[in-house]
């Protein structure tokens, strides 16, 4: 299972978690979650921006 949270990436004031068997899936339910409650649009979502978060991403 991976998972990444708000507060991992530095939203501290979010307590909200991904979770995904795959990484297509996390990013899948994240992304959902940054674009709705944290106001990211929808093309910032590259995959550079993945990539710059993807050294927080827990492994378990």
Same mark, same amino acid.
């Given at each position: =299972?991976?998972?990444?949270?708000? &507060?991992?990436? /530095? *939203? =501290?004031?979010?307590?909200?978690?991904? &979770? /995904? +068997?795959?990484?297509?899936?996390?990013?899948?339910? /994240?992304?959902?979650?940054? *674009?709705?409650?944290? /106001?990211? +649009?929808?093309?910032? *979502?590259?995959?550079?921006?993945?990539?710059?978060? @993807? &050294?927080?991403? @827990?492994?378990?």
């Amino acid at each position: =299972m991976l998972s990444l949270s708000c &507060r991992d990436i /530095g *939203i =501290m004031d979010c307590e909200y978690v991904a &979770r /995904g +068997e795959t990484e297509e899936e996390l990013w899948g339910e /994240g992304v959902e979650h940054i *674009i709705k409650v944290h /106001g990211t +649009e929808d093309a910032d *979502i590259t995959p550079q921006f993945k990539e710059s978060y @993807k &050294r927080y991403i @827990k492994y378990s």
